[in-house]
């Protein structure tokens, strides 16, 4: 049985597919494809219950990596260590 749901001012922190959808101003199922190819991170599933959903905060970072055009959920020592690998592949290719 579902809850009724309780109108905000604010988002709420954790939301369901369409909640997260709509909180981004796109379509479930655009929403439900970014999951899927890795885009925005999966969701948290609620313990002892089937219930998934997504964290405001993670949204809110994913949107933020649309800006700026890096990858989801990246950080910079990710980034770096990417980098340096694919210098050195280089590298090897060239000797």
């Known amino acids: 049985m579902r809850t009724k749901r309780v109108e905000t001012a604010y988002p709420p922190r954790a939301m369901r597919a369409d909640t997260a959808a709509t909180y981004l101003d ?50 910079t020592v990710i980034k770096r260590l990417r980098e340096l690998r694919n210098e050195h592949h280089k590298r090897g290719r060239e000797d």
């Open 26 to 75: 796109i379509s479930k199922s655009l929403f439900l494809r970014l999951v899927e190819e890795g885009v925005i991170g999966p969701p948290t599933k609620v313990p002892g219950h089937d219930a998934a959903t997504w964290d405001r905060h993670d949204l809110d970072a994913a949107y933020d990596d649309w800006k700026t055009g890096s990858v989801p959920g990246e950080n």
